[in-house]
């Protein structure tokens, strides 16, 4: 008996996803470079006119390019676009060339919008044209914003009437909405059919789209009947009718919704996808957990830069895009440690005559930053999560400032006992503890009120807030203390 040569190959190893396999590839991404520019300094050392050596550098280049494309095209395309991130300009675009055709549509739409920007540049217009013609209806409206105007019609034309409209539409609604992440890819059936009919409709499709957990069930004007669970599809009889075994309780979604509110109701209710329905109840689209995840990790990065008052930038971009996006709140940053100081120069005779109190009031002001900075993280987070309202909202500030009472006593009595232990003076300690305490009380109180002000006007509440806040537990902390010693130590 023969074996087919099919049948005689050794079964394929997959590959298996890893972040570490990015990060290794990137090293040795960078290692080929170096040697690459090694090669080429090397080459320009020696006399012009140097037949030998130019050729002797084009075919090392050769050799180096050949190593690369071989790596990158056994990488995934999120892989991929994390190398890229991972670059300089100049090397980043280097590498672009070298990605094959095939993952650039996926590399454009993994990596952060800042390097999206700069390999559309490094992109004429035949291959922006290649690249995006692939694209889904709901993907191509996430990349138009940063593609030249002439590409994104020249698209438009190969997509059909329902892809051009449903295009038009995802780009019609706000940057940070359900509708702008919505997919337009879903499995829909009539309630009137068998499990059996949706099972062969099912197998014809040539795969289901992605992230697809549910069928909707809609009727002849597109409006949403209820959902049908592919787990309930398989373990249900094929004669049952789809009304009979459709789950009619499901969370839908506006398009209009916040897509922060969506993604807290997938992680509320554990979704994996959700229906979005317009306002005359049809259903228009989806939202998937793929979706979720990349609004999350977004927000997340957003609130990390926004507390150190900055915007999202190129780590490699040029001095002068970082001097612009960094020096306003340096400079705001530079005018509160200055009014700081300036409090501090108030009580000069106070710190002349008993000179410890210059090493103490350091660490009053640290500890009330530190303090609010833990109060504001929470107020951020439960701001960020819808949890907090105008009826929980004095019960939240009571409960900071009572459990700030608590933890203010308990480090104060330490700090007492050091100041203590280096001045030898019970005043000296008894003011440092009631410093501590109060300027603990200040920095839970600027910690909840400079979010939920922010966020009353309709403002990011973690934008500039440790500037704020350092600015307050500093230039409060140094008069209270300071002027605690004036009272009782003087």
Not at 5 to 12: M, S
Not at 135 to 142: R, S, V, Y
Not at 391 to 415: D, H, I, P, Y
Request: glycine share 6%; net charge negative; proline share 4%.
């Amino acid at each position: 008996m023969t074996q087919s040569a099919a049948a005689q190959k050794p079964p394929a190893t997959p590959r298996r996803l890893d972040p570490e396999d990015a990060q290794t590839a990137l090293a040795e991404v960078q290692e080929c470079l170096r040697r690459q520019q090694l090669v080429a300094d090397l080459v320009h050392r020696q006399e012009e006119g140097d037949t030998k050596a130019t050729l002797v550098e084009d075919l090392v280049h050769r050799q180096h390019e050949a190593e690369l494309k071989t790596l990158l095209d056994g990488l995934h395309p999120a892989d991929i676009a994390f190398i890229l991130e991972s670059l300089p300009k100049d090397e980043r675009q280097a590498i672009w060339k070298l990605v094959s055709p095939e993952h650039d549509a996926d590399v454009l739409l993994e990596v952060e919008d800042w390097v999206r920007e700069s390999l559309i540049e490094a992109m004429d217009r035949q291959d922006l044209v290649a690249a995006t013609g692939s694209m889904d209806a709901d993907e191509l409206a996430d990349l138009a914003p940063d593609l030249p105007p002439d590409v994104v019609a020249e698209v438009q034309k190969g997509l059909t009437e329902e892809e051009r409209a449903q295009l038009l539409e995802a780009m019609g609604y706000p940057e940070d909405s359900v509708g702008a992440i919505m997919d337009f890819e879903m499995v829909r059936v009539r309630e009137d059919v068998t499990l059996e009919v949706v099972l062969r409709y099912l197998r014809r499709l040539h795969e289901l789209p992605d992230h697809t957990d549910q069928i909707f069930v809609v009727d002849r004007q597109d409006k949403l009947q209820g959902i049908l669970p592919l787990s309930r599809l398989l373990v249900s009889e094929p004669e049952t009718e789809v009304r009979a075994v459709m789950n009619a309780d499901f969370l839908t979604l506006n398009p209009l919704d916040s897509d922060a509110d969506a993604a807290g109701a997938f992680e509320r209710y554990d979704l994996v996808s959700a229906p979005v329905m317009d306002d005359q109840g049809r259903l228009i689209g989806r939202v998937t957990i793929a979706d979720v995840v990349d609004v999350m990790r977004e927000d997340s990065q957003e609130q990390a830069l926004s507390r150190a008052g900055l915007q999202e930038e190129d780590i490699f971009a040029p001095v002068t895009t970082a001097l612009r996006n960094r020096a306003p709140w340096l400079l705001l940053n530079l005018c509160t440690a200055a009014t700081a100081s300036f409090v501090a120069s108030r009580f000069e005779g106070t710190v002349s005559h008993i000179v410890i109190l210059a090493f103490l009031m350091s660490i009053v002001a640290g500890i009330g930053g530190n303090s609010g900075n833990q109060t504001m993280t929470l107020i951020i987070r439960a701001l960020a999560m819808g949890r907090i309202t105008g009826r929980n909202l004095w019960q939240l500030v009571k409960r900071e400032l009572f459990v700030t009472l608590l933890v203010g006593l308990c480090g104060s009595l330490v700090a007492a006992l050091f100041a203590w232990v280096i001045s030898r003076s019970i005043s000296i300690a008894l003011v440092m503890m009631a410093a501590m305490i109060c300027n603990m009380l200040v920095g839970a109180s600027v910690g909840v009120l400079v979010p939920m002000v922010r966020a009353r006007f309709g403002k990011d509440p973690a934008m500039g807030s440790s500037v704020l806040l350092t600015f307050a537990t500093d230039s409060l902390g140094f008069f209270i203390f300071l002027g605690l010693a004036t009272i009782f130590l003087l």
